[in-house]
């Protein structure tokens, strides 16, 4: 998978304030809506990832590499951004799914460099709904860890198509953490 496209609404470019409107070529994967800029301008938040296939969040965990590329995006494109902060949650039926989910996306976050990640249930009918939050801000060292990871995402997405199920998507991630904490080992000998 190339890097996925971001436009404002109409495929427009995009600009700070707008709806994010998330592509991979011509399929619309998301919408992020809104995406709310602090007063000063240097800051954005991200938390209203409403996916446009059924399932799709579901199947392929698209949220974390959304997240990634958003980063990404704002970094290459908007240099008075200096932080981008996140609260994500999904409502997962089963609560031990839910905790897990909510730990593998903490995990990413962790390596592209945010240390304050929060996970917490969030009060809801559904059982196993926990948000996320935390702030990415922007640092030689944390741009680094961003692009390294998102490789390795868009490697692992690469040859997927939309809206299909990887056979079991939480391997995603579990394969991401075997392949860090192997690089954490070697450098340890």
């Known amino acids: ?11 427009a470019d995009y600009r700070l304030g707008e709806p994010m409107l998330v592509h991979d070529g011509e399929q619309l994967l998301c919408t992020l809506d809104p995406v709310p800029v602090n007063p000063s301008g240097t800051e954005i938040r991200v938390e209203h990832f409403t996916p446009s296939l059924s399932g799709l969040e579901e199947t392929r ?8 590329e958003i980063c990404a995006f704002v970094v290459e494109n908007f240099e008075q951004i200096q932080a981008v902060s996140f609260a994500f949650s999904r409502p997962v039926e089963l609560l031990a799914a839910g905790s897990q989910h909510a730990a593998d996306r903490a995990e990413i976050m962790h390596r592209i460099g945010i240390e304050d990640i929060r996970v917490a249930p969030k009060p809801s009918v559904i059982p196993g709904h926990f948000v996320v939050t935390g702030v990415w801000l922007y640092t030689e060292r944390n741009v680094a860890a961003l692009n390294e990871v998102l490789g390795e995402l868009r490697a692992l997405y690469r040859d997927r198509v939309v809206g299909t199920d990887p056979k079991g998507g939480a391997g995603v991630v579990r394969r991401l953490v075997e392949r ?6 070697r450098l340890d000998h």
Request: aromatic share 8%; net charge positive; glycine share 12%.
């Open 180 to 185: 860090w904490r192997a690089s954490d080992r």
């Open 61 to 68: 965990h698209l949220g974390r590499l959304v997240f990634l």
């Open 1 to 11: 998978m190339k890097k996925l496209r971001i436009t404002g609404p109409g495929r």
